[in-house]
């Protein structure tokens, strides 16, 4: 855990005209690779494309990207039998919730997170991860409303959740909210098993693509030269 909040400083101007394009989205991953660092992990190692993948993609893998880091299984890919909830929750401003979807199952649980206003993906993933905590004024997570509460960090302990056996889901959408701002929305669903579900996109298929891999890290930095 952080021991404290790690503000982004300084985004490139293009991220005000260009909020996901490469310049700005390279960027936001520099300074997630700094936040790493800080904790004494190594660079995201992204696949090759990265950059223009669509966010929901994005977002899965730099959660699993976290997750393998720290020994967590892996979320095994992106369930299209959770888009409803997470669309209806990333347009309303809310954390998703999956519970209608899973009753039938006989065991399940959940966490959600939901960000809105940052420039793209990777800058709402930076917030869950490293800038969760109390800030004073400048706090992003509306749950945590003074130095120690119980809310602090939740989105990052989220992102982490589950380290036993099972299988883990993951719900993603990302678009604009009722007031065309940029909104974000995740849920991960641990079940027994993947039976109820399949994939759109699975981490094989990320991994396929280059990531967690060392030559990842080096295709990112490649264009960046």
């Known amino acids: 855990m952080p ?13 005000d005209s260009a909020p996901t394009g ?16 800080a904790l004494g992990l190594g660079p995201y ?12 993609r994005q977002l899965f893998v730099l959660a699993n990207l976290d997750r393998t880091a720290y020994g967590l299984p892996p979320i095994a ?33 959940w966490t959600a997170d939901w960000a ?12 869950w991860m490293y800038d969760d905590g109390y800030g004073g004024a400048e706090t992003s997570n509306v749950d945590c409303t003074s130095d120690g509460a119980s809310g602090c960090w939740d989105h990052r302990r ?10 883990i889901a993951m719900g993603v959408s990302a678009g604009v909210d009722a007031h065309g701002q940029p909104s974000y ?22 991994q396929a693509a280059g990531a967690g891999a ?3 890290s080096k295709l990112r930095q490649s264009r960046k030269s």
């Open 77 to 109: 890919g992106i369930s299209p039998a959770l888009a409803g909830a997470t669309a209806s929750a990333m347009r309303s401003d809310v954390d998703p919730d999956p519970t209608s979807l899973l009753a039938s199952l006989p065991s399940y649980a």
């Open 214 to 216: 060392p030559r990842g």
């Open 45 to 56: 190692m992204l696949p090759a494309g990265f950059d223009s993948m669509p966010p929901t």
């Open 116 to 127: 809105g206003g940052w420039a793209n993906a990777a800058y709402a993933y930076y917030e």
């Open 22 to 37: 490469r310049a700005c989205t390279d960027a936001v991953i520099a300074a997630l690779d700094g936040a790493r660092a």
């Open 185 to 206: 929305a995740i849920t991960l669903v641990w079940t027994p098993s993947n039976a109820w579900t399949g994939y759109s996109y699975s981490w094989a298929q990320a």
């Open 158 to 167: 989220n992102i982490l959740a589950f380290a036993g056996a099972g299988s």
């Open 3 to 15: 021991l404290a909040n790690r503000p982004i400083a300084t985004l490139p101007a293009t991220c």
